[in-house]
């Protein structure tokens, strides 16, 4: 069955830090993998998507992803975090052809401190 | 800037009373999406449109909640009777079939 996993429920980094958000999938054929990005208050923003091609994705924000399939992964990373990246990001896995078109995972939350 | 519409962005109702949410899909889009966000259960999704045909709305309390769409520009979705259960934010999302959704702002449904 088709699923996504974002392990971390929260993180905390320092305003400049590096950052690096997991998400593992299960899906049978080759999938089609997004990050979204929600601030308070708002809908679901795209950061990037990966459909084929390059594993690496870049995004906007400063933000890419790496696409690994032996690891079933799209972690999401961004060398330096800015405050304004607090928010809470959901990885998704598209699933057309079945009935849910999109499986989100459960988010991770991050907070900045200066 | 192309982006969908949800009214109204706030909406405080009593237990019992008909609510109606309202979504503007992004203009040649041809699937929409509802979707119910909580603290306890994340991002659910209620009902999926194609060509404004609904194709899967098994996550919909089919008892209380009915989604439809008389044209391409307008998705409804209503609860009645409403229930403090229901209180969430609700999303609308479009797109192309085989690509990524856009999501509105969203609904957020207060019940009490």
């Known amino acids: 069955a088709q699923s996504v996993t974002q392990p971390d429920i929260h993180i905390t980094v320092s305003e400049g830090a590096s950052l690096e958000l997991r998400c593992n999938y299960s899906?049978?054929?080759?999938?089609?993998l997004f990050w979204y990005v929600q601030s308070p208050g708002q809908g679901l923003q795209l950061l990037l998507k990966?459909?084929?091609?390059d594993t690496l994705v870049q995004g906007i924000k400063g933000f890419e992803a790496e696409f690994k399939r032996s690891q079933s992964s799209f972690n999401l990373r961004k060398p330096s975090v800015h405050w304004s990246d607090a928010a809470e990001y959901f990885c998704?896995?598209?699933?057309w052809g079945t009935g849910n078109q999109f499986y989100f995972g459960t988010g991770t939350s991050l907070t900045v401190i200066p | 800037d192309a982006r969908v519409t949800q009214t109204p962005r706030h909406k405080v109702t009593e237990m019992g009373q008909e609510v109606t949410m309202r979504c503007q899909p992004i203009?040649?889009?041809?699937?929409v999406f509802w979707y119910r966000q909580t603290m306890m259960q994340g991002l659910e999704l209620l009902a999926y449109?194609?060509?404004?045909?609904?194709?899967?709305d098994s996550g919909m309390p089919k008892d209380r909640f009915s989604a439809e769409m008389p044209d391409a520009t307008l998705a409804t979705l209503k609860i009645q009777p409403s229930e403090p259960r229901d209180s969430a934010v609700y999303f609308c999302?479009?797109?192309?079939?085989?690509?990524?959704?856009?999501f509105g702002q969203g609904t957020r449904l207060t019940v009490v």
């Open positions: 999302a479009s797109g192309l079939e085989g690509t990524e959704a856009f």
């Open positions: 203009l040649g889009h041809n699937t």
């Open positions: 449109f194609r060509n404004r045909a609904p194709l899967d």
């Open positions: 899906y049978g054929a080759t999938p089609y």
């Open positions: 990966y459909f084929s091609g």
């Open positions: 998704a896995v598209g699933a």
